[in-house]
């Protein structure tokens, strides 16, 4: 593995970069900026077409008398901003929800918990994020609704890139010990079966390969982006594509938690672990979302349209 980005360049390279750059933080940053990008094109398309209003910003122009003049403009010129709260936000969300997973860690070492490099938790992220960018939102005026439908698309890229970093540095996010028997002739091993040699979690898997569940992320973010991309110019209620991001999202991570290591709580005689509970949330919440957003749209002559 190559926890920094370094090793990567000098074994493919053959050169070292001066400063050694974190593989999992340049893949997170990556993962951020093409979500910013995708979330503005996706806001300008949708201004465009009127589905999103302006909004106003001061004009760099002043006025008469030195007044400060205003001007609309599209909302995608809210993007870096955004990208800013959901950065800030979640990080402190995902380390916050990937202490109160590791509590017994945290009681033993409170500062190793708090300032380590590693130790992140996505579902954490995406919902103390997910508050700063609601609040952010509607203080600006925008439709809540068609806004997350443009966020959708490029918060779920953005993962699958982040899980790329995960893979990259080999930070514990793998799965449990693969069962080489059931392995497919026609895949390749190192789909079903990975070791993570210098992974920086310090830890020797070599001699009980495990699935490399960061891959398979990444390729079901690739697949759900396609089917979110496809479904965002079909004529739909402002959230409803959102609210399909969210189902996919809690399907994807509910049936990967199957084979991946985390810490597993007892819960009503089951055992289960924090995202599959907050996974079967969301396809919860999300099919409730779906519901209410699927209802057709009445016309002024009273026909409806899907």
């Given amino acids: 593995m190559y926890p920094r980005l370094s090793d990567l360049f000098s074994d493919y390279l053959g050169f070292n970069l001066p400063i050694p750059i974190n ?3 340049f893949m997170v940053a990556l993962g951020a900026m093409t979500g910013a990008w995708i979330l503005q094109k996706e806001l300008d398309r949708m201004y465009s077409i009127g589905q999103v209003g302006s909004v106003r910003i001061p004009d760099p122009e002043k006025g008469k008398k030195g007044r400060t003049k205003y ?3 599209s909302p995608s010129f809210l993007v870096g901003t955004l990208t800013i709260i959901i950065i800030v936000a979640g990080f ?5 929800f990937h202490i109160l997973e590791n509590l017994d860690s945290f009681f033993r070492s409170p500062s190793r918990m708090i300032f380590t490099t590693g130790g992140f938790t996505f579902y954490g992220g995406m919902i103390l994020g997910g508050f700063a960018v609601v609040y952010y939102i509607r203080k600006k005026g925008l439709n809540l609704g068609r806004t997350a439908d443009a966020f ?3 918060v779920i890229i953005s993962y699958g890139i982040g899980r ?7 930070d514990g996010d793998w799965g449990i010990a693969s069962d080489l028997a059931a392995k497919p002739e026609w895949l390749p091993m190192w789909l ?7 992974n920086i979690m310090g830890i020797d898997l070599s001699m009980t390969p495990v699935y490399p569940t960061p891959l398979y992320e990444f390729a079901a973010a690739i697949v759900i982006f396609m089917i979110l991309w496809a479904f965002r110019n079909h004529a739909h209620r402002a959230g409803w594509l959102f609210w399909v991001y969210v189902v996919f999202n ?13 810490n597993r709580f007892d ?13 079967l949330a969301l396809i919860l919440v999300g099919v409730i979302g779906i519901w209410k957003t699927w209802k057709p749209i009445k016309k002024e002559d009273g026909s409806t349209s899907e």
């Fill in 23 to 25: 593989s999992f933080g």
């Fill in 250 to 262: 809690g399907s994807e991570r509910f049936f990967i938690e199957k084979i991946r290591v985390n």
């Fill in 92 to 96: 402190f969300g995902a380390r916050v």
């Fill in 192 to 198: 079903w079966a990975e070791t993570y040699p210098n």
């Fill in 152 to 154: 959708a698309p490029g």
């Fill in 267 to 279: 819960i009503f005689g089951q055992t289960i672990t924090q995202a599959e509970l907050i996974a």
């Fill in 71 to 73: 001007v609309d403009v």
């Fill in 164 to 170: 790329l970093g995960c893979q990259l540095a080999g």
